[in-house]
């Protein structure tokens, strides 16, 4: 079994963990960092300290009513994709260690349309 990186647990929700295929589990945000952990599979797990943690981007759809996924970005580890069951408890939790200009929206496609034309 795996030794949990937290000591206090604030947040637990059931999620899916994005790295070409779907893995189900569970999410925990703690005091020390942010925890998956698979259903099927034990040994599938990741854990990111809060000073790992460089950027949380949401993808938000019809202002903010609708939240699919997030993404970590991590410093060394590179970038986590989750999908929680409640994304946004999930979000207020992660914002209570991450600084406020570290959560940002994802960009929408026309914005990332009208970034490729002004680059051309």
Known sequence: MVQSLNIKS?????ATWFRGIPTYGKVLVGDKGFEFYSDNNPNDYVQ??????????????????????????TKKNGSF???????????RAIRK???????RK??????KIK????QK
């Open 10 to 14: 604030e947040y637990v929700d059931a």
């Open 48 to 73: 990111i300290p809060w000073d790992e943690v460089t950027v949380v981007v949401a993808d938000v759809y019809f202002g903010g009513k609708y939240i699919p996924r997030f993404k970590i970005c």
């Open 81 to 91: 994709i989750f999908a929680a069951r409640h994304v946004k408890p999930t979000l």
């Open 97 to 103: 260690h991450v600084p406020a200009d570290n959560m």
């Open 106 to 111: 994802a960009l929408t496609i026309w914005q």
């Open 115 to 118: 970034r490729n034309f002004k």
